[in-house]
């Protein structure tokens, strides 16, 4: 598959705590933000979107905090299962660049039973 | 993967080869991208297009061309492939969810 032996900050979490995970966005225009994860030999998948005029946005077992006057962002994922093992990007786009998506450089969750 | 898909998933080539990706999507979404993924960097933008024969370069475009001659198609071009271009590729569609990725072209260039 596509692995492609990222070296990436780890984050080991047991089976059933809650994960969360960090970012920081480099673009003070960026209005819109994606989180994505990727699992091995696959592409990113969307997991949980939020704009600007937002601080804070539920999914099913994930919420994104967005914090924009230090440029943060995260990623909370309520009780984390073997499945959520994977990479996690956030990624920002400045909604008239043509959508162009600007990826943060990745954090791999591995899940421990 | 919503009506994308990348060809070949695999390939390797020499040093100095001409190397064409292909992205097809079935859906008519205007909005298309190309990225590599190398360890340390992330996803990375190559090209992208918004539109038949509307192209325009990304971040890292040195050593890469694109065409779009109908909407389905994307095409990434490496004219004359490097060891540094050896890579994960990516296209990406702009679509109702936002976007939507492929499932990805290892390339190694040899």
């Known amino acids: 598959g596509e692995s492609v032996g990222l070296h990436l900050p780890t984050l080991s979490v047991q089976e059933g705590d809650n994960s969360i995970i960090n970012c920081a966005y480099s673009n003070s225009a960026s209005d819109y933000f994606i989180w994505y994860k990727q699992e091995s030999g696959k592409g990113p998948q969307f997991i949980i979107d939020?704009?600007?005029?937002?601080d804070k946005r539920q999914g099913q077992r994930v919420t994104v905090l967005l914090n924009k006057t230090v440029k943060h962002l995260s990623l909370q994922i309520a009780a984390t299962q073997p499945g959520d093992s994977a990479v996690y990007f956030c990624?920002?786009?400045?909604?008239?660049?043509?959508?162009?998506?600007?990826f943060g450089a990745g954090t791999q969750v591995v899940v421990t039973p | 993967d919503a009506g994308i898909t990348q060809s070949p998933r695999h390939k390797v080539t020499e040093t100095g080869t001409p190397v064409t990706l292909r992205c097809h999507q079935t859906e008519n979404h205007r909005y298309m991208y190309w990225y590599r993924q190398d360890p340390g960097h992330g996803l990375r933008l190559i090209h992208y297009?918004?539109?038949?024969?509307?192209?325009d370069k990304g971040e890292v475009s040195d050593g890469y061309s694109v065409s779009r001659s109908k909407t389905e198609d994307f095409l990434l071009t490496l004219e004359s492939a490097t060891s540094s271009q050896t890579s994960v590729y990516f296209c990406?569609?702009?679509?109702?969810?936002?976007?939507?990725f492929g499932s990805g072209t290892r390339l190694t260039v040899v």
């Open positions: 990624a920002e786009i400045k909604t008239d660049s043509w959508g162009k998506l600007q």
């Open positions: 990406a569609i702009r679509d109702n969810y936002g976007y939507t």
């Open positions: 297009s918004y539109g038949v024969k509307d192209t």
């Open positions: 939020i704009r600007s005029n937002m």
